[in-house]
């Protein structure tokens, strides 16, 4: 009965530890290569201050690039005509100018929208 039980148990435990360091080291290789991987990403580091053709890509939001983001200059109100030109709380950028949207008979309430007739933007009294 002996002799059963020590073959079935390492014959040192220094000799398992070295199993085990063996089996680890492989990992947390590969895992520093794939951290490796991961922080070269080229479509990550395609900015449109680098490479202006990126805002022309489909699904992007605009065609001009501000601050290291593509915009419309035409619709953002963050960036309305040029880059950095924000549009006040009650204004909305429309072609490329801040307008009073509240306050307009050409944009009654958004861009483009002329008001109903007998209908005027809200004034202030």
């Not at 070269?40 to 290291?68: I, L, Q």
């Amino acid at each position: 009965m002996a002799l059963t039980t020590s073959l079935a148990f390492p014959v040192s435990f220094a000799e398992s530890d070295e199993r085990s360091t063996a089996a680890a080291a492989p990992s947390s290789l590969s895992r520093g290569i794939y951290s490796l991987l991961r922080q070269h990403n080229p479509r990550g580091s395609m900015t449109c201050d680098k490479f202006r053709r990126v805002c022309r890509a489909r699904g992007r939001a605009g065609p001009h690039c501000c601050r290291k983001q593509c915009v419309n200059v035409m619709t953002d109100n963050q960036n309305c005509g040029q880059c950095g030109k924000k549009c006040w709380f009650s204004q909305a950028c429309c072609g490329g100018s801040c307008v009073n949207v509240m306050h307009d008979p050409k944009n009654c309430g958004g861009c483009n929208k002329r008001c109903k007739k007998g209908f005027l933007p809200v004034r202030d009294v």
